[in-house]
């Protein structure tokens, strides 16, 4: 029989060790990734037919990799395995185009059980989350997170900023100028309303944008 391929991405290599173990007699696992940019430029050669992943990794978070994913490869599904337990995160993660939103603490169980509703093309959403998830969006007291008004690229560069790189680093690693990311910036702060660039880190890590 053949197997489903899946990608594997968290920052913490003895998790991604231990999930590639559990999974390997069921799944063929194509590959291990701690950063969200390597992520996005492997799942482009490999074409997984699954990318479980984290949310919070370094120089690209997993939200914004899997969005990125879902606009190139829409085939790929996306199952996220993290500790955010964020109703509000959830919710973007879902509309992003997730297939599964698990917890780590959730049964290996779980995890296989998920994997197969999604193999099936059904979305999993852990119960521990999905009872407060639905309350809250259902009373409307759920809002949109504040990053949602940023491009995409805006985003990255608000990710890699909160993370502490340079100008120069940022434009090295999106292979822009370092004039360009100073522009993003800039329109960041002006559609925001933030006065200072600590007021952007700030959100960055409000917002769940940075590796935990």
Same mark, same amino acid.
């Given at each position: ?97 997730? #297939?599964? =939103? ?31 998830? /639905? ?20 985003? /990255? ?28 910036? =800039?329109?960041?702060? /002006?559609?925001?309303?933030?006065? #200072? ?16």
């Amino acid at each position: 029989m053949l197997l489903h391929r899946i990608l594997l991405a968290d920052d913490h290599a003895l998790l991604l060790d231990a999930f590639s173990k559990l999974l390997e007699p069921d799944f063929t696992v194509v590959g291990k990734l701690q950063n969200g940019r390597s992520v996005l430029h492997e799942a482009r050669k490999l074409r997984p037919d699954i990318i479980l992943l984290d949310m919070h990794m370094p120089l690209l978070n997993g939200l914004e990799a899997g969005r990125q994913i879902k606009k190139l490869m829409p085939e790929i599904q996306l199952v996220y395995l993290t500790v955010d337990e964020d109703p509000e995160l959830v919710n973007e993660a879902i509309q992003a185009g997730a #297939s599964g =939103y698990l917890i780590k603490n959730s049964a290996a169980s779980e995890l296989f059980h998920a994997l197969r509703e999604v193999v099936q093309g059904r979305v999993y959403i852990t119960p521990l989350l999905k009872q407060a998830m /639905e309350k809250k969006f259902v009373q409307g007291t759920g809002k949109r997170l504040m990053t949602q008004k940023l491009t995409s690229r805006q985003r /990255e560069v608000l990710q890699l900023l909160g993370e502490g790189h340079s100008m120069k680093q940022i434009g090295s690693i999106l292979h822009v100028t370092p004039r360009t990311v100073a522009f993003h910036k =800039y329109r960041m702060m /002006e559609d925001l309303r933030m006065k #200072s660039g600590a007021e952007l880190i700030h959100l960055a890590m409000q917002e769940g944008l940075l590796a935990k």
